[in-house]
């Protein structure tokens, strides 16, 4: 069984920044692709950004130049570091994971961490 656990939500103030944290654990294919997702009340969810296991990245246009997804060292963990927070990121962020290529979202999701940007 995979298993994927957020952490790092929370509250900020409009210009701030927050790091987000999924970590993997099971039966992880060394081929995989790692994503955020975000959906706001009301909104259908929307891919924040995406790593591969090689490295390759995309992100939703209106976070680029913003965030910033990575991997750590262990490979099964990815981090989505958000500058310039605004009110309309606030949204239930979730971790997302595809095994044996890089097709979104995968089969795999996360439960989700609150992120709530406001003064």
């Known amino acids: 069984q995979v298993q994927l656990v957020e952490s790092g939500g929370g509250l900020v103030q409009p210009g701030g920044s927050l790091r987000l944290s999924c970590s993997a654990s099971?039966?992880?294919?060394?081929?995989?692709?790692m994503g955020w997702y975000r959906q706001a009340p009301g909104k259908q969810r929307e891919l924040v950004a995406a790593?591969?296991?090689?490295?390759?990245?995309t992100y939703a246009d209106y976070v680029k130049c913003r965030f910033t997804i990575s991997r750590g060292n262990a490979k099964n963990t990815v981090y989505l570091q958000m500058n310039s927070l605004q009110p309309e990121d606030t949204a239930v962020y979730s971790c997302?994971?595809?095994?044996?290529?890089?097709?979104?979202?995968?089969?795999?999701w996360g439960r989700g961490t609150q992120v709530t940007v406001s003064s």
């Open positions: 997302n994971l595809g095994q044996g290529g890089w097709s979104l979202p995968g089969r795999y």
């Open positions: 099971g039966s992880i294919y060394s081929i995989n692709v």
């Open positions: 790593i591969t296991s090689g490295g390759s990245t």
